[in-house]
Structure formats: structure tokens, C-alpha cells
């Protein structure tokens, strides 16, 4: 028996193909509706003074508790404080948190973490 696999195997790959583009349009869908309601938290940097009395993590734990309610929801939110070349934190904020804590005494600037990826190696530089 001879059978031509060909149109079942072409068959099974456009249906792959329709699932995986039906998966990321209604995760596409997900996130837009999660944006549009204020809800889904990212990734910022705190850009602050440099404190004068205290160490430069309690300050930013501080600051961040006056926005999150609590020095636990703030320690748990923090993710890295910077205390050499610039004084400030990143942390996993909601855009209405970005809000309040722009308005914070001491908080210079927040900007959303951004990843940049380096182009090296022959043939990358465009």
C-alpha cells in the first residue's frame, strides 16, 4: 500500500499555522484589554536624589511604600537599587503606581526598562 503523505503533512502544517496565529492574536488581545484597564505592571527605573541620611536601599524601599501601601508590597516589588553611578531602583510598577510615584519627594524621572541588544559579529553592522 502506497500512500502519499504529502497533502495529510501540508494539511497538518497550515492547521499548526492557524492555531499558533489564533494563540498570539488572543494573547495580543489579552494584553491590549489589560493595558486599556491600568492593570498590567512593568518593569520601570526610578531615577531619585541621593539620600542624605539613610542608606540609599531603605530610602528607595521608603519611597516605594508610599506608593505600594507597605514596606513588604515594596520589598517584593523591588528589584534592583542603584547606588553607585546614579542614585534610583527598578521595580515591577503598574502605570498608576508610575503615576504616584512620580510625585514622590526626591523622585527625579521614571522611564520603563528597556532591553537593547548589542549588533557584533560580521554582517551586523547596518
Do not use: W
Request: aromatic letters at 6%.
Amino acid at each position: 500500500m502506497n500512500i502519499n503523505i504529502f497533502p495529510i503533512l501540508f494539511c497538518s502544517i497550515i492547521a499548526l499555522c492557524c492555531l499558533i496565529q489564533m494563540a498570539e492574536s488572543t494573547d495580543a488581545t489579552k494584553s491590549s484589554s489589560a493595558a486599556a484597564a491600568g492593570t498590567d505592571a512593568a518593569v520601570h527605573i526610578v531615577y531619585t536624589e541621593r539620600p542624605q541620611y539613610e542608606q540609599p536601599e531603605a530610602y528607595h524601599i521608603r519611597t516605594l511604600s508610599n506608593v505600594l501601601g507597605s514596606e513588604e508590597a515594596a520589598k517584593e516589588a523591588l528589584i534592583y537599587s542603584y547606588k553607585t553611578a546614579a542614585s534610583g531602583f527598578s521595580a515591577k510598577l503598574t502605570p498608576q503606581q508610575v503615576a504616584e510615584i512620580s510625585k514622590q519627594p526626591g523622585v527625579l524621572q521614571v522611564v520603563p526598562s528597556r532591553t537593547l541588544q548589542l549588533h557584533s559579529g560580521p554582517g551586523k553592522l547596518h
